[in-house]
């Protein structure tokens, strides 16, 4: 359960959000938190939802020294837009879904007492990535909540997203339950972006081409009647 002490105003502690510390051990590690961060923000953005990366998450209240910062969190009935830290008590609300990039350096700290924690916190999901294959078996491992008690995910789905998480490389693909979609990291977003527009530009030229030759077609009948009215035919509408 999520602790909760009273503070007077007074006594009000300071609760930093940064330590000083890298956001992540490698760039492998960065990558797939930043992509996790923004794939699921896009997905999530008209949700009464938030979606942090790397942000101090507090959940005793008058103890700042009581925190963790999951690398990526889903935070739902919450008003969007990030924040600096999270504080339970404030937002009234545990995250939903954690997402940690894990490591062999990582490896007690994200097994052991991570996953201890957002056990007791009421965390209903907790994934593991591993990018680099460290120790991870198959570099991607979930847990649900069943009761008070995390139980192994078998199926690859995420219950409270309500989508199918694949192992990608060194990344994790998305893809939605309903249509089978998949959620677009933000260079596949670009590169479909570029293709629209090409499609789009080759379609303007296709019919601006059209255009030109009924121009040309309608011009060489105008010419022809022309032609004919001077040879005395009396309708050369007829032709048409």
Do not use: C
């Not at 007492?113 to 460290?134: H, I, M, N, R, S």
């Not at 847990?143 to 995390?150: F, I, K, N």
């Amino acid at each position: 359960m999520t602790a909760i002490l009273p503070v007077s105003i007074e006594s009000q502690p300071f609760y930093p959000s940064a330590d000083g510390q890298p956001v992540a051990e490698t760039y492998d590690h960065l990558y797939a938190l930043l992509t996790t961060l923004e794939v699921l923000k896009q997905y999530l953005a008209e949700r009464q939802a938030t979606v942090l990366g790397n942000q101090f998450l507090y959940y005793a209240q008058g103890f700042p020294k009581l925190r963790v910062a999951p690398d990526v969190m889903v935070i739902f009935d919450v008003a969007p837009g990030g924040r600096d830290n999270y504080k339970i008590w404030e937002e009234g609300q545990v995250p939903t879904v954690i997402f940690e990039m894990t490591s062999f350096g990582t490896k007690e700290q994200d097994e052991i007492f991570k996953k201890t924690l957002y056990e007791q916190l009421g965390v209903k999901e907790y994934w593991l990535f591993d990018p680099k294959g460290e120790w991870v078996e198959q570099q991607l491992r979930g847990y649900r909540l069943r009761g008070e008690t995390y139980e192994a995910i078998q199926d690859g789905r995420s219950e409270p997203l309500q989508l199918r998480l694949v192992l990608e490389g060194r990344l994790i693909g998305f893809y939605r339950e309903d249509t089978g979609e998949k959620l677009l990291i933000p260079g596949e977003l670009a590169e479909a972006l570029r293709l629209e527009v090409a499609a789009r530009q080759q379609a303007e030229e296709r019919a601006e081409q059209e255009r030109q030759r009924a121009e040309q077609a309608q011009l060489q009948i105008e010419q022809l009647k022309a032609r004919l009215r001077t040879l005395g035919v009396d309708d050369p509408d007829t032709l048409q």
